[in-house]
């Protein structure tokens, strides 16, 4: 299924069983990007940023027993699947999908252009291994498979925590992760691509931001605008330290923008701007 098609809420809700071990089904409901507000007040505009079409909410019920509920969303591409499932990346990997994480009685997973959350009103062993078959069973439905975000490509993968890698496009997303400003100093938006990855230990940990912009102007722009607000002491240094004492650097390479934040050394971070220019030249990344 390619992102152009409409989505679909009958084929999204075949994926869906219909019973999971004594528990039945309730009638489902369904919400779009304008909707979803009045299913998930908060956390609705989470995924609004990654662009959600269509989301089915399913619950399954037994008496004398907690209440399951998937929550099953069209995001459009599977690049925004994959990033919307990052957003929270707490909890082991359940091997279900494309990737995926549980904890207490929550699983969240994405396979192709959709991402799903299934979990328990109160865990049990009885939910745990529900949730889990009901996962897998939803997992094995959606035929295809998505390819993640061609961004990831562009990270070095020296020092690379893969499990901490997140895919986005908004400033409020970025500040979730990674404070870096009330402004939206690197200009994100809807039409941005950005990954966040964490390097290093907890002695040494590091980020970094790579952004892709419409063309090079737009992230000449970017860069500029962060190296005013957040390294107005650099001058003509590549590099500058912090108020916890770790080095910024930042440098815009064709149509991206790439940041590291947090990097015990100047040279550090250089470094790995470097590497991220060299991904960037390669044919291997030449595609995001």
């Not at 040494?204 to 962060?226: K, M, P, T």
Request: include cysteine; glycine fraction near 8%.
């Amino acid at each position: 299924m390619c992102a152009s098609e409409k989505p679909d809420a009958r084929r999204l809700a075949s994926y869906i069983p219909p019973t999971i071990g004594p528990w039945l089904s309730e009638a489902d409901q369904s919400f779009d990007a304008e909707t979803v507000f009045d299913y998930i007040d908060g956390a609705g505009e989470v995924y609004r940023s990654y662009n959600m079409r269509l989301l089915i909410a399913r619950r399954f019920h037994k008496d004398g027993r907690p209440d399951i509920v998937v929550d099953a969303f069209d995001m459009g591409a599977s690049a925004d699947a994959f990033g919307v499932f990052t957003h929270d990346l707490d909890g082991e990997d359940a091997a279900i999908g494309q990737g995926s994480t549980y904890k207490a009685g929550l699983l969240s997973f994405w396979k192709d252009r959709y991402f799903l959350s299934v979990y328990a009103e109160e865990e049990t062993a009885e939910t745990r291994a529900a949730v889990l078959d009901l996962g897998r069973r939803i997992a094995e439905a959606i035929p295809g498979r998505g390819e993640a975000p061609a961004l990831l490509k562009l990270l070095p993968v020296d020092g690379l925590e893969a499990r901490t890698n997140r895919f986005f496009h908004t400033a409020s997303v970025l500040n979730y992760h990674y404070f870096v400003a009330d402004a939206n100093i690197l200009l994100l938006g809807p039409e941005t691509d950005a990954v966040l990855a964490a390097y290093g230990g907890k002695e040494d940990r590091s980020h970094l931001l790579i952004v892709s912009y419409g063309d090079g102007a737009a992230a000449g722009r970017a860069a500029e605008s962060f190296r005013r607000v957040y390294m107005p002491d650099a001058g003509g240094k590549p590099a500058v330290r912090t108020e916890n004492g770790r080095w910024t650097a930042a440098r815009a390479a064709g149509r991206y923008c790439a940041v590291v934040f947090d990097a015990i050394s100047a040279e550090t971070a250089v470094a790995r701007l470097e590497a991220v220019e060299r991904s960037i030249a390669s044919p291997r990344g030449s595609s995001p």
